[in-house]
Structure formats: structure tokens, C-alpha cells
């Protein structure tokens, strides 16, 4: 009988409730909020009467209404809760979520049974789904290059006349991309009341400060842009409005499942508690600190409207934040958990076994047979023309739709660098079935710009400092040209620029040729030494400048072959000389003239503290010296470094060999050797020659959780093998000598950063700051 009462008390609660009136007053994507198709009548529900008495009639079973609250990866246990309503055979009628809730319920309301949405979640890596930028492997070598020049963390933009910097914190190309997958079998559904579940999303109109009810259109889309929270996830924009996440203003949509029809509700509130005091001394904690003000607030007065009919499930999940994506497995078991604590609550709604297996069956959406794609389009860019790389993508017309390739067909297009979010929509048309892929521009490109650091100091008066500022203006022409611009302020002043345009031949291996023209000039500062000891003898000034044009193919995401010519014009002026210094004590001027080859393969994860990968360089030269006298030029250059990790362990060997085959240089030779992890223990610069070698082992640890400035903290140590002949023939492994370092680093935004001991057996123990890439 406690069941009859619940069912007669949620009547009279409605009796009490002008429904109509609550629906119309809330804001939604669409007109209306009524299904398009008449209610479903409400199955019979018989009721066992006690011995004696006479049978009533059949009551019809209460509309089940499931609310899911926003709260990040809190949101996570939401999924528990739903493998509970399945185990305990309670049908579910009509869902309403915000942010994380919406995601979740959203996927259950397609069809999605709990199982299979902890399946997937559980196979996703979340710090790759939510990276700003693309993994670093798929990129194309033109942006592995930027890596190496200026750290990539910062990274601003200059637009209609002002400076720009990116709205948010984390990518949600990867979520839209996985969410789009997700509801594939429901794609062509656009009305919500028409999916397995009647379902509705709760969004923020960023400019009017509305609650948005998202009841129809993209689900993925609209799932995404219920989980926008400022500052984190960019907006997104539906139908005109900028919409931002619905914990804003509704967390917990309650009113939202009883304008929809339910007559009882579950709700299910995971909600972020607000911080202590120690999270408060900080702009971002003060600021996550207000957002949660704000959603608290809207919460309770959401939770005041609960009837004694509804049931409230609102796990106690710790100290587990928003950002803890990597806790999947035990968000879900607390959910679980807590949901079962309800168990009595939620038998009273619960279906007869085969009553309830016949529900699911009918909920279960069809898999619809892939249809085949009778063209590609591209929408929503206007600074670029992803036109171009219609030939490299693996969904073709003529070709069953694949969701797998389009999902990467979407990452390549964001391995460009160029967009802020790359989706992709299969629709019908009257060209037939159109695979769109939805770009949206950087609002701070396409002239990029990233500011870098370069210092070190020994502690003992020789330190070394240079500021680098960095400009990439891409897509000058439809093709694509670019042109990239460097300048470097301090102890090496440099300048830098080249203009690349792709030439679109479609030969060879890969899917393009460019040509290049570039242009370059330094001044530096280079110390002599006595014997290849640390006693200084003078200090000469060495300047180069060099133009180049080449002609070059990309190998896809592995690397490049460029061939081309180069000329270089350099001089190299005494500063200041001691009276021990017994070599040549005039300016020397040279000129060189060659044809060169240069060959890149890069495929390390990260250009800063590598986990895995490896990348090799190399480039040979042949053309013609001057400087007192002409003479040939053969100049050879191999760079190697491979990298492997054992969980926060990573293991790196590196190695590099140069020479020139030339006359030694008048004030030093052609190549510098010494200086943190460039032979540790020496002075940077102090072993010069016509011929280097240098040999790496490195071990370092990933300690602990970074913050936000830093990708890692890490504990390294390195041993070292190297030297520098004036003669390439002079090279000997017995030669060789040995150096080490054991140091402290950080990926920062700037750069790598080290603090650690340096030591050489016939060099120096010291201490080192180095900020920048040894």
C-alpha cells in the first residue's frame, strides 16, 4: 500500500501545480517544450490487496523523472547510480541534466545502458582528451619545429588590431569528437522527445544570464555546450546564443523533469562543496571559489522543491574534485555506493522483471547500417582553407562512413594548429548523405606569437640571458603559406625569418612539396681558452648572417627532406686578448657557398622532458670556402636522441657529431662544445674545433602532479662523453672526455628549467640554473 500512497500523494501534488505555467516560464532552445508525438499511456501497475478485501482498479505507474546534477568529473558518479536504477529494474521516463549530468544522462536517454557507458569511459584518457594542443607525434614537422624554438604553453595572437589570448584553459575538440561518436545511432534524431528517453540539456545564455533548455538539434553539440565552464572549456554558440555551462544558473533541473511530465523525480546531486581557506590565496582559486558560490546557491533553492514522493541520491564522494578524471572507476563504485543506500526507495518504482526487460528492449535504439558518404564539406572557417587537405583524409565520397576515420580525420585537421574546435556532422541532403567537418578559427590567429626565455649561470659571474619573441602568420595564400619571424634580445642577439608556401604538386611519398626562402643573422660572443683549460685568455665577437632558399617535401606527421642553397657570411673580431694568447690577433672574414641536404625524423612526444619517441637530424653540405683562399667545403651535422619510459621512469641516449672539413678558423673553430648537458662541467664554449662528438645517457623521474604552471616536476641525472678536434681525422674515442650532471627540472611555460651539480673529471664542480634547451 505505501506504494498507492506515493503514487495518490505525486496526483495531488500535480493537481496543485499549474504545469503549463512552470513550462512556459522557462527559457528554452525552442519554441515549445511538448513532445511532438503523444504521451506514451501509462502502463498498469497491480496492486496486491490484503486477503478479504475487494480489488481496486489498477492505478497507472508515475512518470519517473531522473535529474543529474553538473559537477565535472564528479559527474562520474553519476554513471553508479544508473547501473543501480538498471539492477533494480526502475524505468526511467524522462531525464533532465546540466553539464556532466547532461553528458551522462544524454547518453542513457540514446539508448546508452549503463554498462556500456562505464565500458567506454573507462577506456578514455582524459589527460589526452582535454590537451590544449593535439599529440605532438601526429603534428606536421613545421609545428614540431615551433616546439623547439619557444616553449609552446604561452602562446597569444594578434587580430583587427589588438592582442588576443586564448578564453580557456583545456580543449573540448576531444569531447565533442567522442561524444560525437557516442550518439551516432541517434544522429538523425533532432527532436529529443523522440529519442529512447525524452531528454533535456540545461545551458547558460553567457549574454542575457539565462537558463537555456536545450530540447532539440545536435545532441552532441548540445551536450557539449551544457559543460562550458568559463575559464576551463570554451562557449559554444547554438542558434545565435553564446552558451555556457548550465550549473550557472540550474544545476540541479528539477523544475525542468516536472515541466517534461514527471510525476516523481530522482535526483541525483554530486555537486563540488565549496573550498577552505588554503585554496583562496590565488586568482583561479578565488575564481573556481565564486562559480561555486553561484551554483550552490541555485542548487538549494532547486533542492527546496522536492516532494516527500521524490528520492534524493547525493553521494558523499570526499575530497574527489571536478578535475579528477583520472578517478573514473572510483567515482562510479561511490555512486553505486550511494545509490544503493536508496535501495528501499527505489523498489517501490521498480517494474516486474519481464516487464522491465520488454522497457529496455524498447529503448534500445537501432544500429543504423553506415551509409555511404556521397561528399565532404567544410564549415565555419573564415582565416583558412581545410579545402586543402580534402585529399589526405581518410573519409572519402564513394566510401562506407566510418565513425573511427572520421574521428581522425577531425584530429589531423586540429594537428593545423589553426583551430579552436574541429567537430564533425553526418547528415542527409538532397546531394546526398554529407559528412561535415565544422571548423571554428583561433580568435587570437592566425598571427601567432609565443615569448621564450634563454638563461644560465654558474653562480661563480658567468651567466648568459636572451628573451626570444616569436611570430608565425599562417595561411597568407590559399595554400597555405606562411611566414615565420624569430627575434632573440640579450647575449646572442639573432634575427630570423622565412617564408614557406606549400606548392601543392601531390608527388612523391607524401601529399605535398614547398619551397622555402629564409634569412638569418646572429652576433655572439665567444671566450678562448688556454689548452682547452678554463683559464680565459680573450673574447672575440662573431658574427653570421646566412640566406637560403630550399625545396623540400613533408613526410605526413614523421618528418622532412629539404635540398637547397645556402650562402653564409660571417666575421670574427678580437674583443678583448690577453697577453698569453700567442694565435692570430686580426679580424677574420669568411664566405661559404654550398648546396645542402637536410633531413629531419621527429616523432618524440614532448620537445621539453620527452616520456617516449625519438628524433634524428641531419645535413650534409658541399660548396666552396673563402677566407684568405678558397677552398672546398664538406660539412656534415647528425643529431640523435631516443627516449623510453618505465612508468615515471624515462631512459634517454642521445648523441651528435659534426664537422666541417675546412681550415681551422683564424679565432676558433667552427663548433663549441661545454656548458649543462653540452659536456657538463665545463664552461660553455670552452672546447672548440672543426669537429665535435658528444654522447648522452639520461635517466630522469616524473615526481608529482604539476601545477599549473609547470607540466611535471622531474629528477634527472646525466652522463657524458665528448670532445672537439681541429681536424675531423683527429677524431678518437680515446679522446674522449667525461662529464655529468645530477638536477632538479620543470616544463614550464617558458621553457625547461634545471637547477643541479655539474662535474667533470678534467673540468669543474659547480652549480647550474639553466632555463631554455641545453
Known amino acids: 500500500m505505501r506504494f498507492a500512497l506515493s503514487s495518490l500523494l505525486a496526483a495531488l501534488a500535480l493537481l496543485l501545480t499549474d504545469a503549463s505555467a512552470l513550462a512556459a516560464s522557462l527559457p528554452s532552445a525552442s519554441a515549445a517544450t511538448a513532445p511532438d508525438t503523444p504521451e506514451p499511456k501509462p502502463t498498469p501497475q497491480s496492486v496486491t490487496p490484503p486477503t ?103 602562446e597569444m595572437g594578434y587580430r583587427d588590431g589588438e592582442f588576443r589570448a586564448p578564453q580557456a584553459a583545456v580543449s573540448s575538440r576531444g569531447l565533442e569528437t567522442l561524444l560525437r561518436r557516442y550518439t551516432l545511432p541517434v544522429r538523425t534524431t533532432e527532436q529529443f522527445d523522440r529519442l529512447p528517453i ?44 553564446v552558451l555556457g555551462d548550465g550549473g550557472l544558473v540550474n544545476n540541479v533541473p528539477i523544475d525542468v523533469a516536472r515541466a517534461m511530465g514527471a510525476h516523481i523525480v530522482i535526483v541525483v546531486n554530486i555537486g563540488t562543496p565549496l573550498a577552505g581557506r588554503d585554496t583562496l590565496n590565488s586568482a583561479i582559486g578565488l575564481t573556481a571559489q565564486m562559480i ?28 574527489l574534485t571536478s578535475g579528477d578524471f583520472e578517478r573514473t572507476r572510483d567515482l562510479i563504485s561511490l555512486g ?12 517501490e518504482l521498480a517494474l516486474p522483471p519481464e516487464d522491465y526487460a520488454g522497457w529496455r528492449l524498447a529503448r534500445r535504439p537501432n544500429e543504423p547500417a553506415a551509409p555511404v558518404i556521397q561528399r565532404v564539406v567544410f564549415e565555419g572557417s573564415e582565416l583558412t582553407n581545410p579545402a586543402r587537405f580534402e585529399v589526405q583524409l581518410l573519409s572519402k565520397p564513394g566510401q562506407p562512413f566510418d565513425s573511427q576515420k572520421a574521428a581522425r580525420d577531425a584530429y589531423n585537421l586540429a594537428a593545423s594548429n589553426d583551430y579552436l574546435r574541429v567537430d564533425y556532422h553526418l547528415y542527409s541532403a538532397p546531394e546526398g548523405e554529407t559528412l561535415q567537418f565544422e571548423l571554428e578559427d583561433k580568435p ?91 683559464t ?125 672539413d675546412a681550415s681551422q678558423d683564424t679565432l676558433g673553430g667552427q663548433y663549441q662544445l661545454g656548458g649543462f648537458q653540452q659536456l657538463s662541467g665545463y664552461q660553455s664554449g670552452q672546447l672548440t674545433g672543426n669537429a665535435v662528438l658528444l654522447g648522452r645517457v639520461g635517466w630522469y623521474r616524473r615526481l608529482a602532479d604539476p601545477p599549473v604552471f609547470a607540466r611535471g616536476f622531474f629528477v634527472g641525472a646525466t652522463l657524458e662523453a665528448g670532445n672537439a678536434w681541429a681536424d675531423r681525422r683527429a677524431i678518437t674515442l680515446n679522446g674522449l672526455r667525461a662529464g655529468g650532471s645530477l638536477y632538479m627540472g620543470a616544463d614550464t611555460g617558458i621553457g625547461p628549467m634545471y637547477l643541479g651539480v655539474t662535474w667533470a673529471p678534467r673540468g669543474e664542480t659547480g652549480l647550474a640554473l639553466f632555463i631554455g634547451r641545453p
Do not use: C
Open 198 to 241: 525524452p531528454f533535456r540539456a540545461v545551458a547558460t545564455d553567457m549574454e542575457s544570464g539565462e537558463a537555456v533548455v536545450m530540447d532539440h538539434g545536435d545532441l552532441a553539440m548540445s551536450l557539449r555546450s551544457s559543460m562550458s565552464v568559463p575559464g576551463v572549456f570554451p562557449s559554444t554558440e547554438i542558434e545565435g546564443r
Open 536 to 660: 680565459e685568455l680573450g673574447q672575440v665577437r662573431r658574427t653570421e648572417s646566412r640566406v637560403g632558399i630550399d625545396l623540400g617535401q613533408p613526410w605526413g606527421n614523421l618528418g622532412e627532406l629539404r635540398m637547397g642553397l645556402v650562402q653564409a657570411i660571417g666575421r670574427t673580431s678580437p674583443l678583448i686578448l690577453s697577453a698569453d694568447y700567442a694565435g692570430p690577433q686580426s679580424a677574420a672574414v669568411w664566405r661559404e657557398t654550398a648546396v645542402r641536404a637536410r633531413m629531419v625524423v621527429d616523432q618524440l612526444d614532448f620537445a621539453n622532458f620527452p616520456q617516449r619517441g625519438y628524433r634524428v637530424t641531419s645535413e650534409l653540405q658541399y660548396g666552396r670556402r673563402h677566407q684568405v683562399v678558397s677552398e672546398n667545403l664538406t660539412r656534415v651535422e647528425f643529431e640523435g636522441q631516443a627516449v623510453t619510459s618505465v612508468g615515471r621512469h624515462t631512459f634517454s641516449v642521445y648523441g651528435q657529431v659534426k664537422a666541417a
Open 444 to 534: 587570437w590567429g592566425p598571427n601567432y606569437l609565443r615569448v621564450g626565455l634563454d638563461l644560465s649561470t654558474d653562480f661563480s659571474a658567468r651567466s648568459a640571458f636572451n628573451v626570444k619573441i616569436s611570430h608565425n602568420r599562417h595561411w597568407l595564400t590559399p595554400a597555405g603559406t606562411e611566414w615565420r619571424n624569430r627575434i632573440q634580445i640579450g647575449e646572442v642577439p639573432t634575427i630570423f625569418t622565412e617564408l614557406y608556401h606549400p606548392l601543392n604538386w601531390k608527388l612523391g611519398i607524401s601529399d605535398d612539396w614547398f619551397i622555402s626562402t629564409y634569412a638569418q643573422a646572429q652576433r655572439r660572443r665567444q671566450t678562448l681558452f688556454l689548452n682547452e683549460t678554463d
Open 52 to 154: 478479504g478485501t475487494p480489488v481496486p482498479m489498477a492505478l497507472p505507474r508515475p512518470r519517473v523523472g531522473l535529474v543529474l546534477s553538473g559537477g565535472g568529473a564528479r559527474g562520474l558518479a553519476h554513471v553508479g547510480v544508473l547501473k543501480v536504477l538498471e539492477a533494480a529494474h526502475v524505468p526511467i521516463d524522462v531525464i533532465a541534466g546540466t553539464s556532466m549530468g547532461a553528458i551522462i544522462g544524454g547518453l542513457y536517454a540514446s539508448g546508452m545502458p549503463a554498462d556500456e557507458i562505464e565500458r567506454e569511459l573507462l577506456k578514455v584518457d582524459w589527460n589526452r582528451l582535454f590537451a590544449t594542443r593535439v599529440n605532438r607525434q601526429q603534428m606536421s614537422q613545421r609545428r614540431k619545429e615551433e616546439d623547439f624554438e619557444i616553449a609552446s604553453a604561452i
Open 336 to 347: 553505486e555506493a550511494h545509490a544503493l543506500q536508496q535501495i528501499s526507495r527505489l523498489a
Open 292 to 319: 561555486n558560490i553561484l551554483t550552490e546557491q541555485n542548487v538549494r533553492r532547486s533542492l527546496a522543491t522536492l516532494l516527500p514522493t521524490d528520492i534524493l541520491i547525493a553521494p558523499d564522494l570526499g575530497t
